[in-house]
C-alpha cells in the first residue's frame, strides 16, 4: 500500500533561516505523482507542486525549491529565507491511481504533516 | 476563475444526527473528491465523484455517501453521526486525473 512519512512533526525557526522539510514514501507503482501543499492555520490546503516520477530534475520556485530522489524514494522542500507567513502546515502527498466505475480514478495518500513556526 | 468553495464553514451536531455538506468546483473541473482530516492528522480519502457516479472510495463506511450534479458540484452525506466523525472535511476539484484543488474546508463538531 502506498505510504508517505513527514518524520518531522514540527519545527520552529527563526525568520530568514533556511528550512528543509522531509518526506519519504513508499509505492509499487512505476508511475506516480508527489505533491506539497501548505495549509495556514484558515484550513485550506493550497497547492505548492506537483512532480511526475519520471522527472527527477530538482525544480525552484522563488524562495522555494524541491528535490526528487527516487533511489531513496524522497521528495524533499526546502524554504530559502524563511518569512513569517511561512508558518503553516506542510503535507507531503503521494498519488495512488485505481479503477474506478467511470474510468480511472487518483486518491492522494497524504503524510501526516509538519508544523513549520517561523518566529520574528 | 472561482475556486472551490464549501458551505456551510462550521457545523454542529448531535450523535445519531444526519449532515449534508456542501461543494462547488473550480470552473472547468470535473470530478471531485472529499477528504476526511482529524486533529492533528493528515487527510484522508474518503470518495471522488467523476461524471455523477462515485469513481473510487477510501476506508469509509456506508453511512458516508455523496452526489454530483450536472454542474459537477457535489455533496456529501454523513448518517448516524458518531463522536469520530467530527473533523475537518475537505473537498477539492480537478479536471480528470490533474491536480487536486481543495476549498476552505467544513468543520464538523458531532457532540
Known amino acids: 500500500a502506498q505510504k508517505v512519512t513527514q518524520a518531522q512533526t514540527e519545527i520552529s525557526v527563526v525568520e530568514k533561516e533556511d528550512v528543509t522539510l522531509d518526506c519519504v514514501y513508499e509505492?509499487?507503482?512505476?508511475?506516480?505523482?508527489l505533491f506539497w501543499y501548505k495549509q495556514p492555520p484558515s484550513g485550506e490546503l493550497v497547492f505548492l507542486i506537483r512532480?511526475?516520477?519520471?522527472?527527477?530534475q530538482n525544480e525552484i520556485s522563488g524562495r522555494y525549491s524541491w528535490n526528487f530522489q527516487k533511489s531513496t524514494s524522497s521528495f524533499n522542500f526546502t524554504i530559502t529565507a524563511s518569512q513569517v507567513v511561512d508558518s503553516a502546515v506542510y503535507f507531503c502527498?503521494?498519488?495512488?491511481?485505481?479503477?474506478?466505475?467511470?474510468?480511472?480514478?487518483?486518491?492522494?495518500?497524504f503524510g501526516k504533516g509538519m508544523k513549520l513556526t517561523v518566529n520574528p | 476563475e472561482t475556486g472551490v468553495t464549501q458551505s456551510p464553514t462550521h457545523l454542529i451536531k448531535t450523535r445519531g444526527q444526519q449532515v449534508t455538506l456542501r461543494c462547488s468546483s473550480q470552473?472547468?473541473?470535473?470530478?471531485v473528491s472529499w477528504y476526511q482530516q482529524a486533529l492533528g492528522q493528515g487527510p484522508q480519502f474518503i470518495f471522488q465523484?467523476?461524471?455523477?457516479?462515485?469513481?473510487g472510495r477510501g476506508n469509509f463506511p456506508p453511512r458516508f455517501s455523496g452526489l454530483q450534479f450536472p454542474n459537477y458540484s457535489s455533496e456529501l452525506n454523513v448518517n448516524a453521526l458518531e463522536l469520530d466523525d467530527s473533523a475537518l472535511y475537505l473537498c477539492?476539484?480537478?479536471?480528470?486525473?490533474?491536480?487536486?484543488?481543495f476549498g476552505p474546508g467544513t468543520r464538523l463538531t458531532v457532540l
Open positions: 512532480r511526475n516520477s519520471f522527472d527527477e
Open positions: 502527498a503521494l498519488s495512488e491511481v485505481g479503477v474506478g466505475s467511470q474510468g480511472g480514478s487518483e486518491k492522494l495518500v
Open positions: 477539492a476539484s480537478s479536471f480528470d486525473l490533474d491536480t487536486q484543488y
Open positions: 465523484y467523476y461524471r455523477e457516479e462515485e469513481n
Open positions: 509505492t509499487r507503482d512505476t508511475t506516480y505523482y
Open positions: 470552473s472547468g473541473h470535473n470530478t
